[in-house]
């Protein structure tokens, strides 16, 4: 059997934080705002996970109110949920994402943040695919205020 999930995620961007993208610390004068390390591309696809075997989203199994979460490593929170699934009998197939990020350019980065995801996901580096967009100037990804991504992913029961 198999079951696919939806993931988006959105950090405001502020200068002063760090910028981690995939679990990758990517180059910026801004980066994320949030409780976490506020990785919105490992943020998706932890949801997109949870939407697959019904399980709520990232809100419910890590709240921001917990102290346990404050700057976690977003990568061990989606290593966490991909064991939820084992538990519940599913692997993951393959996951695609969308990183919208105005600056800088993360061509440069995507080899490692696939590699790091694929790890993670249990899977090989061609099950991996991130892909990124610019805001072309508009909205809060345009303006340089935000972070954005979106990802999907396949599971098959074990
Ligand atoms: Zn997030």
Same mark, same amino acid.
């Given at each position: /059997? ?74 061990? #929170? ?22 919208? #990020? ?7 980065? /995507?080899?490692? /943040? ?10 090989? #580096? ?33």
């Amino acid at each position: /059997m198999l079951r696919i999930g939806i993931g988006h995620d959105t950090h405001r961007l502020s200068e002063g934080r760090a910028l981690i993208l995939g679990g990758v610390f990517i180059e910026s004068e801004r980066g994320g705002e949030g409780h976490s390390d506020a990785d919105a591309l490992t943020h998706s696809l932890t949801d997109a996970v949870l939407g697959a075997i019904c399980e709520g989203d990232i809100g419910v199994h890590f709240p921001d109110s917990d102290p346990r979460w404050k700057d976690a490593d977003s990568l061990q #929170l989606l290593a966490r949920v991909v064991w939820l699934a084992s538990q519940r009998g599913f692997h993951v197939v393959n996951a695609d994402a969308t990183v919208m #990020l105005e600056r800088p350019r993360l061509r440069p980065y /995507m080899p490692e /943040m696939r590699r790091k995801l694929a790890e993670v996901l249990g899977v090989d #580096l061609e099950c991996v695919s991130v892909k990124a967009k610019t805001g072309e100037g508009l909205d809060a990804v345009g303006a340089g205020a935000a972070v954005t991504a979106q990802a999907v992913v396949l599971l098959e029961r074990t």
